[in-house]
């Protein structure tokens, strides 16, 4: 199980355009007379305004926002993953799906299945960022999935909300209502997986008992409405004994949204990969030696089997200190670098060995699972 973080009906403005009739001076004579009849306007009565929104209850809050989102399953190698997705919209014959990065992190099958009649689709991972923990799904054949309806501002300090999703990977659609207790909070996330850390920030941090499997689900407000992706959090278990209160923590929905156009218009931030996943075959750190005169680099943890890296004579302990001609000093350079590239592209790579003997390679990408 991955670390779980935790989880615009665009209100239509009738325009009313009031159409001039103009009238045509017509030259009057000396000695006759101006006979036209005077034009009546006429005003249209305004538009009647559309009701008010009525909140709703926390089962009617799951009844609505149930047929928006998908129940997801990340399979990587005997570990699955449970989390939840938020459909953002239609693509032709296929939907839009917002995630979190950390449900389909590594995962070589996912899938999703929708709550109301519990049909199974495949995913296609269109792009995703790590360090925004977001990632953005494509479901072939998902057209007829409703969207969900996003909220017209962000959350605010006080505002009620409720975290809708797959709870404890149950499969059935679970409300954690709370309330807004900050906004613009900065945490540091571990993957439970792999131990590795994420540092998010700009979030909306709540009091509701958000599980694992509501990662990447909505955080709605009283509404139904979508004001955050659900990210990360400190679920508390029934029945223990002097448990802390319940802390969540969402991204917010216009910057989650921000990720969905960065990877439909291809222009993407440096930290944001686009397609299918380039694969080096690597697991690296900062290099943690002090000793004077050590190169700083990407140090290799581990090397997959029959992988492009084992290929080209990388090991334990070398340290990466060059990517398709950029330096490498840490292991977010590396990362930055590996997101830019694609499966089959041609990259040279430099290190260091056990020796400190300088190396490189030409190296061609593999196709991987999303990291």
Do not use: C, K
């Not at 360090?131 to 479901?139: F, G, K, P, Q, T």
């Not at 958000?210 to 409405?225: C, E, I, K, M, N």
């Not at 930290?271 to 050590?294: A, E, K, Q, Y």
């Amino acid at each position: 199980m991955s670390a779980w973080g935790i989880r615009r009906v665009s209100a239509a403005l009738a325009v009313l355009v009031a159409v001039g009739l103009a009238l045509v001076a017509v030259p009057v004579e000396h000695g006759t007379l101006d006979s036209a009849a005077p034009v009546a306007t006429v005003t249209a009565p305004p538009a009647p305004a559309p009701p008010a929104p009525v909140p709703l209850s926390a089962a009617e809050i799951v009844d609505r926002v149930s047929p928006t989102i998908v129940m997801l399953t990340s399979i990587s190698g005997v570990t699955a993953t449970a989390g939840t997705g938020i459909v953002i919209r239609p693509d032709g014959s296929d939907a839009l799906v917002l995630t979190n990065h950390h449900v389909i992190d590594g995962g070589t099958d996912i899938t999703a299945t929708s709550i109301p009649d519990r049909a199974t689709y495949p995913v296609v991972v269109l792009g995703y960022d790590s360090s925004r923990d977001l990632a953005l799904l494509r479901l072939p054949g998902g057209a007829r999935l409703p969207a969900a309806p996003i909220a017209p501002g962000p959350a605010r300090i006080g505002d009620p909300v409720t975290a809708v999703g797959n709870a404890d990977g149950g499969g059935i659609p679970a409300a954690a209502p709370g309330a807004v207790t900050r906004v613009g909070v900065t945490i540091t996330t571990r993957n439970t997986a792999d131990g590795s850390r994420n540092q998010l920030s700009d979030l909306v941090q709540v009091d509701a008992n958000v599980r694992p499997g509501d990662s990447g689900g909505p955080l709605v407000d009283v509404f139904g409405q979508v004001v955050g992706v659900n990210s990360a959090g400190n679920a508390v278990e029934p029945g223990v004994d002097a448990a802390p209160a319940p802390t969540s923590y969402a991204i917010p929905i216009d910057a989650a949204l921000g990720l969905v156009d960065e990877v439909l218009s291809g222009r993407a931030a440096p930290t944001t990969h686009i397609g299918p996943t380039p694969m080096l075959g690597i697991s690296v750190r900062d290099r943690r030696s002090t000793t004077i005169g050590d190169a700083a680099g990407a140090e290799v943890i581990h090397v997959g089997y029959r992988s492009p890296a084992e290929e080209v004579g990388l090991v334990r302990g070398d340290v990466i200190t060059g990517f398709a001609g950029a330096a490498i000093r840490t292991s977010e350079d590396l990362t930055i670098g590996m997101n830019a590239r694609h499966p089959g592209d041609r990259v040279d790579v430099q290190w260091t060995d056990a020796t400190g003997a300088p190396r490189s390679a030409a190296v061609v990408l593999q196709e991987g699972p999303p990291r």
